[in-house]
C-alpha cells in the first residue's frame, strides 16, 4: 500500500469555485516504519482565485517506485504532480505522473514547484533536471509581492503532422481542414512534449467543439503525444484563447498548460506569425471554469520562455 498525505479535496473540473482556505502545515505521518511523504497542493497561471492549474508537489520523492508515485498522482486527481526525486549537479531533478501514467515534462507543476523552493530556499536561479532535459528557472517578485517565475523552455522543434494523423483527429474533434485558419498550418510543436496544434478560424466552433475522452487518449497514446492536442483561437495580433484536451482520468482538458504554451511560442516562431522578442498572451481555462493566463517570450532562437506564479490550493 503506498503511504502519503493528500492535503484537501481532489480536483474536478467542475464550473464550482471553491471557498478560500488557509494553507495549513501536514506533517508526514509513520505507519509501521515507514514514512508517508508529504503531499503538497498548488495552482499556477491563475488569472483569478478559482483559476489556474492545479499540481500536486512532492518534495521527498527519491524512496518512491514508479508505482507509488503513479498511485499518489491518481489519489490526487489533478492534472499532473510532481515528484522531487534527487539532486544532480544542475539542481533538483523531476518527475512527472499524470492519473494514467508519467509525462517527460509538466510546464505547471514546474513552475509550482519553482515557487515552493522559492519561498522555502530563497528567490533566484534553478535548473531542474527532468525527462525532457534542463529547464532553467529564474523566480523573482511579481509587483503584488508574490513569487513568479519565468521557464526556460529546451530547445524547441517543429514538424510536419502526418496527414492520416491529422485526419483522424479531426474526425475526433469534429472538424475539418476548412477550419484551420488561413496561413496557421497544422503542425507538431516540441518544447519539452510533442503537441498538434491548430489554429481555428470560426470562435464559435472554438468553443463549440466537443470530443469524446476515451478514443482521443487512445490516439494520443498511438501518435506518442504525451502532453495536449492544443487547440487555439488568435484573439488579437500577439493573443491567442487555448483549449488543451488531455482526457487522463476523470479529467479531459487541461486548464493551463505551461509545454503546450511554449511549444505555442515554438510553433508562431516557425511559421513567421511573430517577431522576436515578442510576447504572446494565452488566455486558458474558461472551458473547464478556472480561467488562467500565460505569458509567453518568443525570443530568435532557442527556448521559448514561459512565465506565471502559483498560490496554495
Not at 488557509?22 to 505507519?31: E, L, Q, S, V
Not at 549537479?89 to 523552493?117: D, K, M, N, Q, W
Request: glycine share 10%; net charge neutral.
Amino acid at each position: 500500500m503506498v503511504g502519503f498525505v493528500v492535503r484537501t479535496r481532489p480536483f474536478l473540473l467542475t464550473n464550482a469555485r471553491p471557498r478560500a482556505r488557509r494553507p495549513r502545515a501536514t506533517r508526514p505521518r509513520r505507519y509501521g516504519r515507514r514514512v508517508h511523504n508529504e503531499i503538497l497542493r498548488y495552482t499556477a497561471f491563475a488569472a483569478e482565485p478559482g483559476g489556474g492549474n492545479p499540481a500536486g508537489i512532492v518534495l521527498d520523492a527519491a524512496d518512491l517506485s514508479d508505482d507509488e508515485m503513479l498511485a499518489i498522482a491518481q489519489e490526487v486527481g489533478y492534472p499532473e504532480t510532481a515528484f522531487v526525486t534527487g539532486q544532480t549537479a544542475a539542481g533538483p531533478r523531476l518527475r512527472y505522473f499524470s492519473p494514467a501514467a508519467e509525462v517527460p515534462f509538466c510546464g505547471h507543476a514546474t513552475i509550482a514547484t519553482a515557487v515552493v523552493l522559492a519561498e522555502r530556499e530563497g528567490l533566484g536561479r534553478r535548473v531542474f533536471t527532468t525527462a525532457a532535459g534542463e529547464i532553467a528557472l529564474d523566480a523573482t517578485t511579481a509587483p503584488d509581492g508574490s513569487v513568479q517565475v519565468a521557464m526556460t523552455s529546451v530547445q524547441p522543434a517543429s514538424r510536419p503532422l502526418d496527414p492520416d494523423l491529422r485526419d483522424r483527429l479531426f474526425t475526433l474533434l469534429g472538424l475539418t481542414v476548412d477550419d484551420v485558419a488561413a496561413g496557421f498550418p497544422v503542425l507538431e510543436s516540441f518544447a519539452g512534449n510533442w503537441h498538434p496544434v491548430i489554429v481555428l478560424a470560426d470562435v464559435e466552433l472554438f468553443h463549440q467543439f466537443r470530443f469524446a475522452p476515451e478514443p482521443l487518449a487512445a490516439l494520443k497514446r498511438e501518435a506518442g503525444w504525451a502532453g495536449t492536442v492544443t487547440v487555439l483561437h488568435r484573439t488579437d495580433a500577439l493573443e491567442y484563447e487555448a483549449r488543451n484536451l488531455f482526457p487522463a482520468g476523470r479529467i479531459t482538458e487541461d486548464p493551463a498548460t505551461g509545454s503546450a504554451a511554449a511549444s505555442t511560442g515554438a510553433y508562431l516562431r516557425e511559421i513567421g506569425a511573430l517577431q522576436p522578442g515578442d510576447r504572446v498572451v494565452i488566455r486558458q481555462g474558461r472551458h473547464v471554469g478556472r480561467p488562467s493566463v500565460l505569458l509567453v517570450d518568443v525570443p530568435a532562437t532557442g527556448g521559448i520562455t514561459v512565465t506565471g506564479g502559483a498560490t496554495p490550493v
